[in-house]
């Protein structure tokens, strides 16, 4: 069963404090690993794809990486404008539906 | 917001009641995805399409049902509300091998 966990489900941060964001997988074949940002009562918002274990992807201060079993969201020296739920998503190579995380609630304190 | 308007954005409703959501993109992309959200839950899929008239069933599809008769227009159906429907309904369009999402309908059932 195509399945994705993510972790911690919540993380506080003070402003510059780096960490970093786990995303665990189960899928028989993978197509594409997604990262999203979501702020509250809005719609998903596009980060990331990863295709292969080994390929990285960076926009500002997160960094996003992919192993065969996980993947991670480092964020660099965050800032309070980075606090939002972070989402996790996998495709499998059998369809065209996407399976995702519960979310990683981030906050950033000034 | 990848050209996808859903409407209306909030709606109360009534127990037993019909209720349609609309999902309307401006780019003429083949998939089109109704997701509802929920806390602890995340993302569940609960119908998607691959063309006009070509629908499918996802992870929580009982109690909905879609229609697809144009590429731009893709209706989610609650035959008759109940409150475990209350949730927030996101749309989602595929471009390549992203998705991308609209801004989400809040539905209360009371």
């Known amino acids: 069963e195509d399945q994705v966990t993510q972790s911690p489900e919540a993380l506080r941060l003070q402003e510059g404090e780096s960490s970093s964001l786990n995303c665990s997988y189960t899928v028989s074949g993978l197509r594409g690993l997604f990262w999203y940002r979501q702020d509250p009562g809005k719609g998903p918002e596009f980060l990331f794809t990863?295709?292969?274990a080994g390929e990285e992807k960076e926009k500002e201060r997160l960094k996003a990486t992919l192993t065969k079993k996980e993947s991670f969201l480092h964020i660099t020296a965050p800032k309070p404008e980075d606090s939002a739920t972070y989402l996790c998503a996998v495709q499998p190579n059998t369809g065209n539906q996407f399976y995702f995380g519960t979310g990683t609630s981030l906050t950033v304190i000034p | 917001d990848a050209g996808i308007t859903q409407s209306p954005r909030h709606k109360v409703t009534e127990t037993g009641t019909p209720v349609t959501l609309r999902c309307h993109q401006t780019?003429?992309?083949?998939?089109m995805y109704w997701y509802r959200q929920d806390p602890g839950h995340g993302l569940r899929l609960i119908h998607y399409?691959?063309?006009?008239?070509?629908?499918d069933k996802g992870e929580v599809s009982d109690g909905y049902s879609v229609s697809r008769s144009k590429t731009e227009d893709f209706l989610l159906t609650l035959e008759s509300a109940t409150s475990s429907q209350t949730s927030v309904y996101f749309c989602?369009?595929?471009?390549?091998?992203?998705?991308?999402f609209g801004q989400g309908t809040r539905l209360t059932v009371v």
């Open positions: 990863l295709y292969s």
């Open positions: 989602a369009i595929s471009v390549g091998t992203e998705a991308f």
């Open positions: 399409s691959y063309g006009v008239k070509d629908t």
């Open positions: 780019e003429n992309h083949r998939y």
